[in-house]
Structures are given as C-alpha cells and as structure tokens.
C-alpha cells in the first residue's frame, strides 16, 4: 500500500499522549467488537473474504484518518459479513435476526497456509548487507514503506512462516514459505540528517523483500 494506511515513519501528528492505567478497553463496545472478529473464525473462512489487513486499507483515507481503531473493525467485519451473505442489511440495522435470511453454516478453509515450513533454504545469513526491494504492490504488504530502497544489515533469521501479501483483490496469493529476517537499519539511513547516530531500527522482513546490498 502507498496510501495514508501506511503510517510507519511518518510524522506531524502531534505527540503521543500516554493514559495512565489505560484500560484494555474504553467502551464496553469496543470489547464486544474484538469478540466478533475472533468469533468469526470459523464463519469466514471459505467464502473468499479479502483480508482483514487489505480490507482496512481499502477504508476511504478521510475516513480511516477519522475512525477510532475499533471503528475501523467493525467497519471491516459488517462490510465483509455483508458481502458474504452472513447478515443482511435488517439484522445489522437492528440486531435481532431476520427470519427472512438463511442460517449461515461454517466451512473449512482449505486454501490456509500452514505458519512455517522448515525445508525452505535461507537466502540471507546473519551479517550480511541487504537492501529493500523498492516495492509498490496494489494489495496488501508487510514491507514498510520508509524502508524501501534503504540498506541495512540481518541481525537473525527467524524462520519461515508463509508470506502474508495480498493481491489487488485482497485474496493472499498462495502458501508461499520463506525465510523472515530481523534487519538493522541505521537511523541516518532512514531519516538522513534528521536521525540520530546512535539511533537504529530493526524490521522484520521476509525474504522477498530484500536483495543483495
């Protein structure tokens, strides 16, 4: 994504105000909101939802900048809900079922990637120099844009586990298993004058994402 959605390294947005004691939730339907989505697990799954993460950076920007994060979750999850035909327009409206809607039944996903596969071979090992693929992909992508075309420097290799990328459609595009590196990046690197010399960040990037410095 080259939209707003992507906030990593950017600035201007004031401080960061810290609440003490903040609690987990601050309404009690923000809770409710986090209980859907991990309930919805089994109801999802087979019906060719976009991914949640592709889904939320499909949000309008003006509308995404003025949500809430949970807001933004449940705007998410009624719209797929919708889409897939689990709820109608009647029952999100009101709460209560609509007789005239079908009972939704759970399917198995068969298209779920197993998180690791240890017979992948590393590409990168541990000290060597890399840098970011300047990538522009229209899906979904773990590659921060403020590290695109930056160098830096793989401090440990943390397995393999299935790329998470989405196509345009925000479908995942398959089980592809890699290796996923935590790379250093030196704050002048990144920030140019504005960093600090004593200042590095780490990023966890699969594999695809990096080439040969």
């Known amino acids: ?4 959605h992507d906030m990593g390294g950017m600035d201007g947005f004031g401080p960061v105000e810290v609440e003490e004691d903040e609690p987990v939730f601050h309404d009690p339907w923000e809770g409710r909101v986090f209980g859907l989505f991990r309930g919805l697990g089994p109801w999802n799954r087979g019906r060719n939802f976009p991914w949640f993460r592709f889904a939320l950076e499909s949000i309008p920007p003006d509308e995404y900048l003025r949500m809430s994060y949970y807001e933004r979750w449940f705007e998410v ?34 298209n779920r990637a197993a998180p690791s596969a240890p017979e992948a071979e590393p590409g990168f090992r541990v000290s060597d120099e890399v840098r970011v693929r300047n990538l522009h992909p229209r899906g979904h ?5 403020y590290v695109r075309g ?11 586990w299935a790329l998470q990328d989405t196509d345009e459609g925000g479908q995942r595009l398959g089980n592809f298993p890699q290796h996923v590196y935590t790379v250093r990046f030196e704050s002048r690197e990144l920030w140019g004058e504005r960093g600090s010399l004593n200042d590095a960040i780490y990023v966890d990037l699969w594999e695809e994402y990096i080439e040969p410095a």
């Open 77 to 110: 999850l009624s719209n797929n809900l919708l889409r897939a035909g689990l709820v109608s327009e009647r029952e999100l409206e009101t709460g209560y079922r609509d007789p005239g809607q079908p009972l939704p039944t759970q399917l198995l996903d068969s």
């Open 141 to 145: 992508t773990r590659v921060p844009r």
């Open 1 to 4: 994504m080259n939209s707003v």
């Open 150 to 160: 930056k160098r830096g420097t793989v401090v440990a290799d943390n397995g393999v």
